[in-house]
């Protein structure tokens, strides 16, 4: 490492004021510049796996901006795609997929799983080359319980009930989906490191639907198995886990899965965060909201995290992915505050 990356550094338990910064979903459909790439690419999957342009947009933002980090613009539904799975993404619909049944889970094909993910490799070696230096480089993938709501009920829901009867009907079959899950996501993880990631970051976007058991069922085991296996080829690269919605979840979380960090949604009451806080590095947590409707709402949101986390190790982040309705003038707000502190 040539220059000193601060959101690394933070990761690993320094605390650093004003705190680095970035966004989840950072390259997206708030920035022109995206909508005009976006527009010329064809699918967004041929955005995902055509390296010029991932490129492309995963800089965007650190152009405009200077966030102290970026993120690989992918998806994480590459990853059952790359196992054989169908996948499309409609305008208005968003992921869709031939749904998974147990017989089905018996054809994901891994043979040939790193040759389609080749492309979102070279992207994470060219990004590494052309970031600046002190700009950390993060590498992701779904975990594997919400990559399975996805394949089971073959597009996004509101309460993930197509799996969760899954999980109950089929236990043994959903625990060869997670199974093989996590051993593909860790190898996923691990390749992208090899290529130059700095730091990796699992999505659990639907942890929040599950009951207590279920939770550390399909949501803690899984990510702790990633968690060892990536840990057993890289020991030092840090790991940030994204529970979103785990609620009182989060306080045994990190022990038991052995991430990093903790990534928190806008719904953590800071108090809350705080405690997370003294066993290691958290992330987050503004409501993306507050972003899109900026003045007040936004400084107030930006300084109540500022005081409660601003003093321990912390990176500045929203609480879930930035929406496309978001001003570029409210991004601007929230960064000039952050880095004033």
Same mark, same amino acid.
């Given at each position: 490492?040539?220059?000193?990356?601060?959101?690394?550094?933070?990761?690993?338990?320094?605390?650093?004021?004003?705190?680095?910064?970035?966004?989840?979903?950072?390259?997206?459909?708030?920035?022109?510049?995206?909508?005009?790439?976006?527009?010329?690419?064809?699918?967004?999957?041929?955005?995902?796996?055509?390296?010029?342009?991932?490129?492309?947009?995963?800089?965007?933002?650190?152009?405009?901006?200077?966030?102290?980090?970026?993120?690989? @613009?992918?998806?994480?539904?590459?990853?059952?795609?790359?196992?054989?799975?169908?996948?499309? @993404?409609?305008?208005?619909?968003?992921?869709?997929?031939?749904?998974?049944?147990?017989?089905?889970?018996?054809?994901?094909?891994?043979?040939?799983?790193?040759?389609?993910?080749?492309?979102?490799?070279?992207?994470?070696?060219?990004?590494?080359?052309?970031?600046?230096?002190?700009?950390?480089?993060?590498?992701?993938?779904?975990?594997?319980?919400?990559?399975?709501?996805?394949?089971?009920?073959?597009?996004?829901?509101?309460?993930?009930?197509?799996?969760?009867?899954?999980?109950?009907?089929?236990?043994?079959?959903?625990?060869?989906?997670?199974?093989?899950?996590?051993?593909?996501?860790?190898?996923?993880?691990?390749?992208?490191?090899?290529?130059?990631?700095?730091?990796?970051?699992?999505?659990?976007?639907?942890?929040?639907?599950?009951?207590?058991?279920?939770?550390?069922?399909?949501?803690?085991?899984?990510?702790?198995?990633?968690?060892?296996?990536?840990?057993?080829?890289?020991?030092?690269?840090?790991?940030?886990?994204?529970?979103?919605?785990?609620?009182?979840?989060?306080?045994?979380?990190?022990?038991?899965?052995?991430?990093?960090?903790?990534?928190?949604?806008?719904?953590?009451?800071?108090?809350?965060?705080?405690?997370?806080?003294?066993?290691?590095?958290?992330?987050?947590?503004?409501?993306?909201?507050?972003?899109?409707?900026?003045?007040?709402?936004?400084?107030?949101?930006?300084?109540?995290?500022?005081?409660?986390?601003?003093?321990?190790?912390?990176? @500045?982040?929203?609480?879930?992915?930035?929406?496309?309705?978001?001003?570029?003038?409210?991004?601007?707000?929230?960064?000039?505050?952050?880095?004033?502190?």
């Amino acid at each position: 490492m040539s220059a000193k990356r601060v959101v690394v550094e933070v990761l690993n338990g320094e605390a650093v004021y004003p705190p680095p910064l970035w966004m989840m979903r950072q390259a997206g459909r708030y920035l022109p510049e995206y909508r005009e790439t976006r527009k010329n690419a064809g699918s967004f999957l041929d955005l995902c796996y055509n390296p010029d342009r991932a490129v492309e947009v995963t800089l965007q933002p650190i152009e405009r901006f200077g966030f102290d980090a970026s993120i690989l @613009f992918s998806d994480i539904l590459v990853v059952p795609h790359a196992l054989g799975r169908d996948l499309r @993404f409609e305008e208005g619909h968003g992921p869709l997929l031939t749904p998974i049944t147990a017989a089905g889970i018996a054809d994901l094909n891994p043979e040939t799983f790193h040759v389609n993910l080749a492309p979102v490799y070279e992207t994470v070696r060219r990004l590494r080359e052309k970031l600046p230096s002190e700009t950390t480089l993060i590498g992701f993938c779904g975990a594997p319980w919400t990559v399975a709501t996805y394949m089971i009920a073959g597009r996004g829901t509101p309460d993930q009930a197509p799996a969760r009867l899954f999980s109950y009907r089929e236990p043994e079959a959903f625990s060869r989906l997670l199974k093989m899950l996590a051993e593909q996501s860790a190898a996923y993880l691990i390749k992208q490191i090899e290529a130059g990631a700095d730091v990796v970051q699992i999505f659990d976007s639907w942890s929040g639907v599950l009951d207590e058991p279920s939770f550390e069922a399909f949501c803690v085991r899984p990510v702790a198995e990633i968690v060892r296996q990536v840990r057993l080829a890289h020991p030092t690269v840090p790991i940030i886990g994204f529970p979103k919605g785990a609620g009182f979840n989060y306080a045994s979380y990190r022990q038991k899965t052995g991430v990093t960090a903790l990534g928190l949604d806008w719904t953590v009451p800071l108090s809350e965060a705080r405690g997370l806080q003294r066993e290691g590095a958290v992330q987050g947590n503004l409501d993306p909201l507050r972003l899109v409707a900026g003045g007040k709402a936004l400084a107030e949101g930006v300084d109540g995290i500022l005081k409660a986390l601003g003093q321990g190790p912390f990176v @500045f982040n929203l609480g879930h992915g930035i929406v496309p309705e978001t001003p570029i003038e409210n991004v601007w707000a929230m960064v000039k505050q952050v880095r004033n502190g």
